[in-house]
């Protein structure tokens, strides 16, 4: 077994990001006992599905599950050169092709329940070797071991590898960058998945702005502005510097009762005492 040392980037340690691959990693506990081996594919290049892929797989270790990270993006991995993993010599290439053994191109890192297979060397034959024997035979291997098992494929949209990795998984989940993909691209994609028997778990919208005001600083505004203006018109008269002072009303001037009025009233007390 080999060993790297990771490199994350200050983005990858920051909390909210951390707290949001937590409930990332709850959604695919809560998918089922069953969802073991999770592939993670984009659309195209360049949307984030490696960094979401090694956070997920981080969550998962930080959380006490054993767990290995598969970088099955054999045309253009990018793992070894971000997180400057130093001199990793052996790869999943070196296992597909019956070199090496599974447990030779496994790396323990310095995050505990943290493993992971690197790419290796660019074969020929991507797709012909994820999806042989030796492949399937390896992942159930795997499962024998680690709790779980993440697996970075390259972008579906460009070569069909991520849909030949993701038949043989329990789950999938696809990354979107945000305002960077049509609705029909992610829709084609998409399909490419259901026509390879793959499971979907999810989608993952990566890479969204979330400087800007929260909805509830939003509906804040909303409500200030429009209820405000609302109340300020209507109540407003009825407030502290709008109170109108009544003015005090005459003393009335009491009328002497006449004798026929006491005749009357003298009358009804009689009545009333005989009850």
Do not use: W
């Amino acid at each position: 077994m080999q060993n790297a040392k990771l490199h994350f980037s200050q983005s990858e340690n920051n909390y909210q990001i951390k707290e949001a691959y937590k409930t990332l990693r709850s959604n695919i506990e809560f998918s089922g006992q069953n969802v073991k081996v999770v592939s993670i594919t984009s659309c195209t290049p360049g949307e984030g599905k490696t960094t979401v892929a090694m956070a997920l797989a981080r969550a998962f270790a930080e959380a006490g599950k054993k767990t290995v990270l598969v970088d099955a993006d054999m045309r253009k991995s990018v793992l070894v050169g971000r997180y400057k993993t130093g001199s990793v010599r052996l790869g999943l290439t070196h296992c597909l092709v019956g070199r090496e053994r599974l447990s030779s191109v496994i790396c323990e890192t310095d995050t505990p329940n943290l493993y992971v297979i690197f790419s290796g060397p660019v074969p020929p034959n991507p797709s012909e070797l994820l999806g042989g024997r030796i492949f399937g035979k390896a992942l159930e291997n795997m499962k024998q071991v680690f709790d779980y098992i993440i697996i970075d494929t390259p972008p579906l949209g460009s070569v069909i590898d991520a849909a030949v990795v993701a038949k043989q998984c329990d789950g999938t989940v696809m990354v979107i960058e945000s305002n960077a993909i049509s609705y029909r691209f992610a829709q084609r994609v998409k399909d490419q998945l259901d026509k390879a028997g793959a499971k979907m778990l999810g989608v993952v919208l990566n890479k969204v702005d979330i400087t800007g005001k929260g909805y509830y600083g939003h509906y804040g505004s909303y409500y200030g502005k429009y209820y405000g203006k609302y109340y300020g018109k209507y109540y407003g008269k009825y407030g502290e510097d709008n109170i109108e002072v009544p003015s005090k009303p005459k003393a009335s001037v009491e009328k002497e009762p006449s004798d026929d009025d006491l005749d009357e009233l003298n009358y009804l007390a009689g009545v009333m005492r005989k009850d």
